[in-house]
């Protein structure tokens, strides 16, 4: 083999070697779908969907999947031949980070809608209400004046959007309250810092709180921080095709009986 023949054999090989790297980056970087409208995801053949994990959005047991935004989401990818493909994370943000990306399609509840998103998000039609309350250990003076929270420190996942409820209530009562985020996986964590008497007080949506209630007898959640509060479903903004859809869907579906047997049995009011 002659000289100048290697020399071209090693530049080739190395051209391939690098097209090839080229491509798997590429594939690598682009293995989700920022841009992915109902059309895509149709063709796709599954929704990704990202929520939390609790006893009222989305669990596991030996009995299967179930949860209230599971089983509601559940009904729209069978009622359009899809496959759904539900994703949990604790942290508000990176729920946000997973949607901008593509690696989800939609984000469940629990989710109010807040205008401080609605540049960020794109939501469906409200699906139900619900409000805030606060965790505090069960005892005989517990704490319901929304007043004699001034000073007081509050429990709440890190980034969490029940953030801004907070910082307006302190504006209601003239005063501060402190907050405390933490990284969590799931909610729960927010209930065994109260419990542990490692925190005097943590805040979660109602529905969330009202199904842990079973499980964790000795906490009071019976302390509203918030009024009602329109709970929805939210896409990225350049997924109106995919609103449109599941608005389509949930006006429909709200009016039958099998989503007011879900509200009753999640305890939805």
């Not at 089983?71 to 539900?86: M, S």
């Not at 009024?227 to 995919?242: G, H, M, T």
Request: proline share 6%; charged share 25%; aromatic share 12%.
């Amino acid at each position: 083999m002659t000289k100048p023949f290697r020399t071209s054999l090693l530049l080739a090989s190395f051209f391939v070697l690098g097209w090839m790297l080229y491509v798997l980056v590429h594939q690598y970087n682009n293995r989700y779908e920022p841009k992915a409208d109902y059309s895509a995801i149709k063709a796709r053949g599954e929704l990704r969907v990202c929520g939390e994990y609790d006893p009222f959005s989305f669990y596991t047991d030996e009995d299967g999947q179930h949860g209230f935004h599971y089983e509601l989401i559940k009904a729209f990818t069978e009622a359009n031949d899809i496959k759904l493909v539900y994703l949990y994370e604790g942290n508000f943000r990176t729920r946000l980070q997973w949607l901008s990306s593509g690696r989800c399609d939609l984000l469940t509840g629990p989710l109010p809608i807040l205008s401080s998103l609605q540049n960020t998000l794109l939501y469906t039609e409200p699906i139900h209400t619900s409000r805030l309350v606060l965790v505090q250990p069960a005892s005989e003076s517990p704490l319901r004046n929304q007043v004699d929270l001034a000073g007081k420190v509050l429990l709440l996942p890190a980034h969490s959007p029940h953030l801004v409820r907070i910082s307006h209530l302190a504006t209601e009562i003239s005063d501060s309250i402190h907050v405390k985020e933490i990284r969590v996986f799931t909610n729960e964590e927010l209930l065994k810092q109260v419990i542990e008497g490692k925190a005097p007080y943590a805040v979660m949506d109602e529905n969330v709180a009202r199904a842990w209630k079973k499980d964790y007898p000795k906490l009071d959640f019976k302390t509203p921080l918030s009024l009602s509060q329109f709970q929805a479903w939210a896409v990225r903004p350049n997924s109106p095709e995919l609103r449109d859809s599941l608005n389509a869907f949930l006006d429909d579906y709200k009016k039958s009986l099998a989503f007011a047997k879900l509200l009753k049995r999640y305890g939805v009011r």
